[in-house]
């Protein structure tokens, strides 16, 4: 999609959402994921946005990196729940 170097902030621009600290720091915070939820299958993401993320994943391109931060990201409140860290 782009030549962007893989970082939080571009991938939040390639999502075509803020990419500000403060706009990513919020949208992690508002839209934790269940552990039984998969960063694909969080039902905020559009159909353009998952595909992104998916084929991402799948190519392990680049992005897959930040990708997996943004998963673990959103699943911090699970992780936490379960394991009382």
């Known amino acids: 999609m782009s030549d962007a170097v893989p970082r939080m902030t571009n991938l939040f621009l390639q999502l ?3 990419a500000s600290e403060s706009a990513i ?3 992690i915070k ?3 994921l269940p552990a039984d939820v998969s960063l694909l299958e969080a039902p905020y993401w559009s ?3 998952r595909q992104f993320l998916a ?3 799948k190519a392990d391109a680049s992005w897959t990196i930040v990708v997996d931060q943004l998963n673990e990201s959103l699943h911090e409140d ?3 729940a379960q394991t009382g860290i």
């Open 25 to 27: 720091a919020s949208f």
């Open 16 to 18: 075509g959402l803020d």
């Open 78 to 80: 699970a992780v936490r």
């Open 55 to 57: 084929e991402q994943i």
């Open 47 to 49: 159909e353009a946005q």
């Open 30 to 32: 508002a839209h934790q």
